[in-house]
């Protein structure tokens, strides 16, 4: 059973940053394009950045592009996901997705993806 499995949230101050890490289980991961997104209180689920199978091509939602960078290491089945000069507004749920088709297949709205993971929880106090 494949399995995305996030970590590195928690409480951070405004200005400060985080990295997200998802570890993933699936056998080729290098098939997949993997997606950032996140849900804050009473708000429906954001995207927030993707990236290629390959890593080489990289689109961020205007909302976060020039704070988070999103990279992913396929020798070690991990996609991250780097945000810096965090705002009270960032705080939210963090999940990572995995799909099979085209990167930009995050950006659709639909959340019809492979695999989700869990979420992690991103607390910015200002």
């Known amino acids: 059973q494949v399995q995305l499995v996030e970590s590195g949230g928690g409480v951070v101050q405004a200005g400060g940053s985080l990295t997200l890490s998802c570890a993933a289980s699936?056998?080729?991961?290098?098939?997949?394009?993997m997606g950032w997104f996140r849900q804050a209180p009473g708000k429906g689920r954001e995207f927030l950045a993707a990236?290629?199978?390959?890593?080489?091509?990289?689109y961020y939602s205007n909302s976060v592009k020039g704070r988070f960078i999103i990279s992913r290491n396929n020798a070690e089945n991990a996609a991250y996901l780097r945000m810096n000069n965090l705002k009270s507004e960032d705080t939210a749920v963090y999940y990572c997705?995995?799909?099979?088709?085209?990167?930009?297949?995050?950006?659709?709205?639909?959340?019809?993806?492979?695999?989700w993971g869990q979420g992690t929880q991103v607390t910015v106090s200002s």
């Open positions: 990236i290629s199978q390959n890593g080489g091509t990289t």
């Open positions: 997705a995995a799909d099979s088709g085209h990167f930009l297949r995050f950006t659709t709205g639909k959340h019809e993806h492979d695999y």
């Open positions: 699936m056998h080729v991961f290098s098939d997949y394009a």
